[in-house]
């Protein structure tokens, strides 16, 4: 957190008593300060660099530069889109975010449509993958919950696949 965040941040503390003033001011500091640090740097794609040693492909992801700035990534500022931009950067991570968003668009009408019980887990699991976004990586977190999204997420690709050619060979027929 800056300097003058934190003076801001002791003042509130100290004029009202309110804590909640105090961590309003320190959680702005935090939101503002930390994507600067993030952009700050020049963007190396750590895909590019499975040649190299762990620990400098971890120097050279988003998360990494927050870390060599003194922050703690997890506890200071925790969110979803650093993870991706570290490979397809910020341009890559909003075409990113449309795809997440046309493929939950997708599941929410075959749930409503087809009321396929497929497409009802997929909606649910990218809501809690859309609610979490700016907070952290809700889903790919932890192994289980990245296998399961990705079994449940093609097998409903692959019915949903099915049925597209039995309605267009259903409408063949006619």
Known sequence: MSASTAKMAEDAESRSGSIGAATFFRYEGAVRYAPLVVCGGFFVAT???FADSEA???ANTYVGKIAADGWEPGLMW???FVYPAADITFFGTIVL???????WSLSWRD???RQD???IVVYFQLSILVFYLSANN?????GETTIGFVVVLFAWLARRG??????RAALGAR
Request: aromatic share 16%; proline share 0%; charged share 15%.
């Open 56 to 58: 400098t492909i971890e």
């Open 47 to 49: 895909i590019l660099l």
């Open 138 to 142: 809700q889903m790919f977190q932890g």
């Open 97 to 103: 975010m449309f795809g997440i968003g046309f493929v």
């Open 117 to 119: 019980v497929l497409a």
């Open 78 to 80: 925790s969110t979803f």
């Open 162 to 167: 099915g049925w597209r050619a039995r309605r």
């Open 111 to 113: 749930a409503i449509e």
